[in-house]
T-cell receptor, first 112, second 114 residues
Framework: DTGVSQDPRHKITKRGQNVTFRCDPI?????LYWYRQTLGQGPEFLTY????????KSRLLSDRFSAERPKGSFSTLEIQRTEQGDSAMYLC??????????FGQGTRLTVV | AQKITQTQPGMFVQEKEAVTLDCTYD???????LFWYKQPSSGEMIFLIY??????QNATEGRYSLNFQKARKSANLVISASQLGDSAMYFC???????????FGGGTRLMVKP
C-alpha cells in the first residue's frame, strides 16, 4: 500500500449530471477526510469518517453532496445535479490517531 | 471558529539560504494543533510538521522547524538550506485538539532560485 488513492484523477461533466468519486485510504487508517480546493485557495473541510461512521459534516456540504464509507475502508463522494460552482479539486486524506493526514492526489472536477 | 492567515502570497529565496513563511491564527479552542503542508505542482498535499498548543518546545523535522509563539498566535515555518525541490505552495493549517479536521490558510508560493 503506497498511499491514498483517488479515482478518477480528472472528471469533466455537464451541468446537471451526477458524479461519484472514490477514495482508497491507507489500509490501516481508520479516519478518512474529504476536502475541496478551488484554484488559488487552501483546501476546505467537507466531511470526516471514523471507520464507517460519518462524524462531521461541513455546512459546505449541501444536500446535493453525499459521502459514504460503507465498510470502513474505501469512501465515495457523490455530487448530484452538478453546478459550475462545484468545479474544484476534491481531496481525500486518511490517518490513524496521529496528527498529520496523508492526502491523495485528488480528483479534479470540471463542470461545463 | 478557527481562522488561519498567511500574509505572503509569494516568496523568493536563494538556494541554500533559510526562509521563514508566516502564519497567524485565531481560535477560541483551549487545545489545538498547528500544521504545515507542502503542495507541489503535482497537487498532492504533503504533511511537513505538527505543533500541539501545549507543546513546550518548537517542533522540528529535518530542515523544517516551526517557530511557535503562542501569545502572538503565530506559527511560522522555517526552512533551512533551501533546495530547488522546495519550490511549491505551502499551507498553514489548524485543527481543534490534535485531530485532522483542518482549517487551511490561503497559502504562500515559495520559489527557490538557483
Amino acid at each position: 500500500d503506497t498511499g491514498v488513492s483517488q479515482d478518477p484523477r480528472h472528471k469533466i461533466t455537464k451541468r446537471g449530471q451526477n458524479v461519484t468519486f472514490r477514495c482508497d485510504p491507507i489500509s490501516e487508517h481508520n479516519r478518512l477526510y474529504w476536502y475541496r480546493q478551488t484554484l488559488g485557495q487552501g483546501p476546505e473541510f467537507l466531511t470526516y469518517f471514523q471507520n464507517e461512521a460519518q462524524l462531521e459534516k461541513s455546512r459546505l456540504l449541501s444536500d446535493r453532496f453525499s459521502a459514504e464509507r460503507p465498510k470502513g475502508s474505501f469512501s465515495t463522494l457523490e455530487i448530484q445535479r452538478t453546478e459550475q460552482g462545484d468545479s474544484a479539486m476534491y481531496l481525500c486524506a486518511s490517518t490513524d490517531a496521529a496528527p498529520g493526514a496523508f492526502f491523495g492526489q485528488g480528483t479534479r472536477l470540471t463542470v461545463v | 471558529a478557527q481562522k488561519i492567515t498567511q500574509t505572503q502570497p509569494g516568496m523568493f529565496v536563494q538556494e541554500k539560504e533559510a526562509v521563514t513563511l508566516d502564519c497567524t491564527y485565531d481560535t477560541s479552542d483551549p487545545s489545538y494543533g498547528l500544521f504545515w503542508y507542502k503542495q507541489p505542482s503535482s497537487g498532492e498535499m504533503i504533511f511537513l510538521i505538527y505543533q500541539g498548543s501545549y507543546d513546550q518546545q518548537n517542533a522540528t523535522e529535518g530542515r523544517y522547524s516551526l517557530n511557535f509563539q503562542k501569545a502572538r498566535k503565530s506559527a511560522n515555518l522555517v526552512i533551512s538550506a533551501s533546495q530547488l525541490g522546495d519550490s511549491a505552495m505551502y499551507f498553514c493549517a489548524m485543527s481543534p485538539n490534535a485531530g485532522n479536521m483542518l482549517t487551511f490558510g490561503g497559502g504562500t508560493r515559495l520559489m527557490v532560485k538557483p
